[in-house]
């Protein structure tokens, strides 16, 4: 079900300037993505018809899967505010 909470809690805003992310922060958007891939692969060996509103996980996990890859590659490459310190 798109525009479900879920999926409203893991929009990445928009801004007209991209986020730097620490390399920290990196690495943890990096691990969720995998994370929401595999559980998304796994998926694919359930039958549907017994998980109840299966095709709205199914659209929050690619909205995850979006919105955590869109963060990843707006961010400034060369930026390292983890060096600033």
Do not use: W
């Not at 595999?38 to 199914?58: A, E, M, T, W």
């Amino acid at each position: 079900m798109r525009g479900s909470r879920m999926s409203n809690l893991i929009t990445v805003r928009r801004h007209d300037y991209p986020m730097a992310l620490t390399r920290a922060e990196k690495e943890r958007i990096t691990d969720s993505l995998h994370k929401v891939q595999s559980i998304s692969n796994s998926l694919k060996h359930v039958d549907p018809h017994k998980i109840r509103d299966f095709k709205g996980i199914q659209e929050c996990l690619e909205d995850a899967d979006r919105n955590l890859g869109e963060a990843l590659r707006s961010s400034p490459p060369n930026f390292s505010p983890d060096a600033a310190n």
